[in-house]
């Protein structure tokens, strides 16, 4: 009977649980210290916090914010990005990041990504600026950092902003930089399942700009300056004092967790590369593989295999943004990104977690070599 049950388990995505354990009596105590003291909302934790992560990242500021979301909107929004504006990004993403420019006003403009990293092709960026391109949101998609320098050089060139969305790469380097500090902005989410996740929502913006980081500092408050005293309409979007308290036991963990992942990675890549693509190691980028992402024209045959094996597997993600109903009135059609469209036909993620024992990870890459052999 053991065994029946054994084997009905469920290897899966990602294990919250696993993760909690350890930390679970340290956290339990920090929210008894809350409730003790009765400060929820724009607390201690919350300033800590944003200076411990701004030290980790060496930077002049950092604002926590009730979401990734909502860090790159209010992002938009500091750098004064609105409607008749466009903004450059990748339609291999979350939608979230293509949200947060619509509701600044301005429209999404997407750029084809490259067929092996995933993220944005920088070499077909400059055919997309117009006179009405204000700013570039680069997504270090699953974790791998994209082209910053060449990004940059571009940005330069034509004066346009660049924001980096961070939020599935918390941790990831660049040529020795972090990434979230080669720009004008970071943003970062702290969702449950990102590599540094909360209990519930959060988000982080950083910056070294001064003006930006005022900004959207009182914009996450109601623009107030003194108590009850409004500069300009702002919103409601502070980063809990709770979850801010979660963050700060985690963030003491995030290399480990990330140095984790990577093991992993390297074990998945050792088995499977050549078989399928897997996710590129550049020398001089960390990738921290908030997902890993196999590529092979047997998707979904190699997800079937993997579901009666009880191993979990998801597509991130299925269709492009620039084929997604909600961004119908872009009027893109079928074969204008077409990398972007084939990557969605082909990708899929498999699990991948700190806690993941790598025996685990090494009997998945097996199972998904001899699927591809069925
Ligand atoms: C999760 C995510 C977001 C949004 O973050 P939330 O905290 O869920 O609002 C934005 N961009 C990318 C690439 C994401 O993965």
């Known amino acids: 009977m053991t065994n029946i049950t054994q084997n009905k388990t469920v290897i899966p995505m990602l294990d919250i649980k696993a993760q909690h354990g350890p930390i679970k009596e340290e956290i339990k105590q920090a929210l008894k210290d809350i409730l003790d003291s009765g400060q929820f909302i724009l607390g201690p ?25 909502d860090a790159l909107y209010l992002c938009l929004k500091a750098l004064d990005i609105k409607q008749g504006d466009e903004v450059i990004t990748t339609p291999f993403t979350f939608i979230a990041t293509a949200e947060a420019i619509t509701y600044v006003g301005a429209t999404p403009v997407f750029v084809d990504i490259d067929r092996y990293t995933l993220n944005m092709d920088v070499s077909k960026i400059e055919k997309k600026i117009t006179l009405k391109t204000k700013a570039i949101i680069v997504v270090h998609l699953f974790g791998q950092p994209a082209d910053m320098d ?28 972090h ?9 970062f989410s702290f969702y449950p399942s ?34 009850y005293r409004h500069r300009f309409i702002g919103y409601n979007s502070r980063l809990d004092e709770i979850q801010a308290a979660i963050l700060r036991i985690k963030l003491k963990h995030i290399d480990e967790y990330n140095r984790n992942r990577r093991k992993l990675a ?31 024209q047997e998707r979904d045959k190699v997800a079937a295999i993997l579901r009666e094996n009880n191993i979990s597997s998801v597509v991130y993600y299925p269709v492009s943004l620039h084929m997604q109903e909600a961004f119908n009135y872009l009027g893109y059609k079928k074969g204008d990104l077409p990398e972007s469209e084939s990557a969605a036909d082909e990708v899929l993620s498999i ?24």
């Open 351 to 374: 699990p991948i977690y700190p806690e993941l024992k790598p025996e685990k990870a090494e009997y998945i890459g097996n199972v998904i070599l001899k699927a591809l052999k069925a």
């Open 194 to 227: 990102k590599n540094l996740g909360a209990y519930g929502d959060g988000g982080m913006m950083i910056t070294n700009r001064n003006e930006i980081y005022e900004n959207v500092n009182l914009l996450r408050n109601h623009g107030t300056v003194a108590p």
């Open 45 to 69: 934790n919350v300033r800590l916090f944003e200076q411990e992560v701004a030290s980790y990242y060496n930077v002049g500021h950092a604002a926590g914010l009730a979401s990734g979301t």
């Open 266 to 296: 390297n074990i998945y890549t050792s088995i499977l590369d050549g078989a399928v693509q897997c996710p590129l190691e550049f020398q001089d980028r960390t990738h921290v593989y908030h997902q890993y992402t196999i590529r092979t």
């Open 179 to 187: 990434i979230g500090t080669i720009s004008d902005a970071g943003c």
């Open 150 to 177: 060449e990004i940059t050089e571009l940005a330069g060139k034509y004066n346009l902003k660049i924001i980096e969305d961070c939020a599935q790469a918390f941790g990831a380097r660049y040529k020795g930089r």
